[in-house]
Structure formats: C-alpha cells, structure tokens
Nanobody, 123 residues
Framework: QVQLAESGGGSVQAGGSLRLSCAAS????????MGWLRQAPGQEREGVAF???????SYVDSVKGRFTISLDKAKNTLFLQMDNLKPEDTAMYFC?????????????????WGQGTQVTVSS
C-alpha cells in the first residue's frame, strides 16, 4: 500500500524559498516514478516536476531554474526545493507516484497522491 504525506508548505514573500517534503511508504523506487503537481484556486491541476525511476529529473518551463526535485531513498522522502518564489506559484502542492511513467513533468493522472500542502506567495 503506497502512502504519501506532504509537509513544508507555508506563506512567504516573493523571492523567498520553501522546501516541500513528501514522506513515502510502500514505494519501490526501481518501479515507481514520482512527481510534484500543484493546483491553484479555480485552476486545473498542473505538473511541476518529475523524477524518473533512474533518478533523472524534469521540470515544466515555468519553474526551471527555480525549483529542484530530489529523492532521498534512505529517508523515503521526496523533496521540492523552491527558490525565487513568485505570487503565481501560490497553490496547493501534491506529491504523486505511479509505476506507469508518462508525460514527464507535465500533468499525469498518477495512481497515488498525497493530501497536499499549501504554498502562498505574497508580492
């Protein structure tokens, strides 16, 4: 049974940083890819970052150079380091996992999702 739990969200001013964490259980990293996605109020859920089974990362254009996805297998934790945050990054952020890995950093209907953590960036 895969379980994902995000933490680390909060409120920051534009230009600030946050690091999101996703505690994962039941995930075999050789079989699963994982991603971070977000959903702003009134908007569709969108992909943000993705890490493939071989550890290779990818990002959507809007966060390239600002966000970094990483996986600490020893701690069973997926991270998203977010730097130079902008008001348009305000959203609920979700981590997700699946054994079917398509779409890269773009939105994908992953099989497993966490409950989300809120990020609010003020100007």
């Amino acid at each position: 049974q895969v379980q994902l739990a995000e933490s680390g969200g909060g409120s920051v001013q534009a230009g600030g940083s946050l690091r999101l964490s996703c505690a994962a259980s039941g995930v075999t990293y050789s079989r699963y890819c994982m991603g971070w996605l977000r959903q702003a109020p009134g908007q569709e859920r969108e992909g943000v970052a993705f890490i493939d089974r071989d550890g290779s990362p990818s990002y959507v254009d809007s966060v390239k150079g600002r966000f970094t996805i990483s996986l600490d297998k020893a701690k069973n934790t997926l991270f998203l380091q977010m730097d130079n945050l902008k008001p348009e990054d305000t959203a609920m952020y979700f981590c997700a996992a699946d054994t079917v890995c398509r779409g890269g950093a773009n939105f994908y209907p992953y099989n497993y999702w966490g409950q989300g953590t809120q990020v609010t960036v003020s100007s």
